[in-house]
Each structure stands twice: as C-alpha cells, then as structure tokens.
C-alpha cells in the first residue's frame, strides 16, 4: 500500500518540456534516419486527418499545447494566457524578452514559495475538515449494531468469523482487501489486481496491525481505522491527511516467515 506523491504542476510542466526536448535531441542510429527518411516522405503532402488539425505541424503544435495545459492545471489561476503566449513568441523568435535572468530568477521563487503556501494552507484545511468529519463519523458508527470500538479507537465489524489461527503482530500474511474513503472512492482494492496481497504487519499502519490480529484465518472483518492510526496529517497519495480509512479485509492464511512485500 504505497502511493506516489503528486508533483506540482510548475514541475510537470518543466518535466514535460525537458522529456520532450530530450526525445527530439535523441541522436539517430541508421535505422532510425532511414524510418524518418520514409516517414517524411510519405507526410510531405499532408499528415493523418485529424478535424481542425490539418497539418503535422499542427498537430504536434496542439499535442504541446495539451501538455503544457495538463502540467498547468493546478495553477492555471496564476496564469494570463494572453501573456504566456506573448513569451513563447519573443521567445521563440529570438527577440529580447522583457525579463532579464535575473528578473525571471526572482519572480520564479516568489511564486514557488507563494504556490507552496497555498498547498500547505489547503493541505492543513483539509486536514481539519477530515479530522472533524472522520470524529463525527466514528461517534455515530460506534452505535451501530455489531461495530466493536477498541481501546486504541479502532472499529470493526465481523462479516465472517473464521476457524484458523490468529496472526501475531510479527508474522506475515496473505490477505485480500478493499480500501476506501469515507465517501465510498476505493484508493487501493487487491481484488481488483485479482490476487491477495502479503504483507509483514510490522511494516503496516497501526490500525491494520492491531486489526488483523483479531481475525482468525478465514475470517472477513470490516475495519474503520481513523486517522491516528492510519497516515495522519502526511496523508499518502490519494489518501488526504487526517482521513479515516474503511478496509473490508479478508484473511486468508498466515504466511511463511521471511514472506511478505
């Protein structure tokens, strides 16, 4: 259960560019020169019908702009368009920019700092209102029908109670799970890639160690692990900070020592 952090759209926009250039710069072996060879022979007269984007100038022009759009997204209030398409024309044509260096320099870290101030004020907005939405969410499902509360804050719910043993905080085990937000979005399901999942507990977030150390092999429990005892205020990918987490885990064996990943 590991997810991948989400760049900045200055970063991806810059990212997109440079692996662009790159792929453009890449030298050519003979095999490649003579595929180009072929390939602009057969686009002199025109490249593939694409409606409004007649040419391959075009379109490549449009496949740019697309780029350029997406790795902009998050800060596209920052940007007059207008003024954006101005620099890629002086630019370009090589005329005398109205920034020097050193100007571009100064203006690039002020709106780094100012971008990453308006991504830890949202981040720790967000925080509080999963904080508060997650406590009010516990308290009422604690009075639920079968939903147990642990001493940690923990809730879970027996769906199916197995024969097996039950895990140790330090064994490994193999195990199929949903995980999902409070509002129902799955971030993670190993039903979906079709084959359980085994994982060391010691390396997991408290509330799954303490968790699946109350089921039985065969057992399906659904858990409730609020915040504290999942990812916190960091928060992982897709996972906000401060979310509580919904798990519907299916034990299926306690694995040999020395598995997991």
Request: glycine letters at 8%; aromatic letters at 6%.
């Amino acid at each position: 259960m590991k997810f991948t952090p989400r760049h900045t759209g200055l970063a991806l926009a810059v990212a997109s560019l440079a692996a662009l250039t790159a792929a453009c710069n890449k030298p050519a072996d003979k095999a490649d020169a003579a595929k180009t060879d072929t390939t602009a022979q057969a686009g002199k007269d025109g490249a593939k019908a694409i409606p409004g984007l007649a040419t391959e100038k075009e379109q490549v022009s449009y496949m740019i702009g697309m780029d350029m759009a997406r790795s902009l997204e998050p800060v596209k209030d920052e940007i007059d368009l207008d003024t954006l398409h101005k620099a890629l024309k002086a630019s370009l044509a090589g005329e005398k920019p109205l920034l020097d260096e050193k100007q571009a320099g100064e203006i690039r870290e002020a709106f780094a700092q100012k971008v990453q101030a308006q991504r830890i004020a949202k981040m720790m907005a967000d925080a509080k209102k999963n904080e508060e939405e997650g406590a009010k969410f516990l308290a009422e499902n604690a009075k639920k029908p079968g939903v147990v509360t642990t001493a940690s804050g923990l809730q879970y719910q027996v769906i199916t109670e197995g024969k097996g043993p039950k895990p140790s905080p330090t064994d490994a085990v193999s195990a199929h799970y949903k995980g999902s937000l409070l509002d129902g979005k799955t971030f993670d399901s190993s039903y979906d890639r079709g084959e359980p999942a085994t994982f060391v507990l010691a390396q997991l977030v408290p509330g799954w160690q303490e968790g699946i150390t109350l089921m039985p092999v065969g057992s399906k429990y659904r858990f409730w692990i609020p915040s504290k005892l999942a990812y916190g205020e960091q928060g992982a990918g897709p996972i906000a900070p401060n979310s509580t987490l919904v798990f519907e885990v299916e034990l299926l064996d306690i694995a040999k020592p020395g598995a997991g990943k």
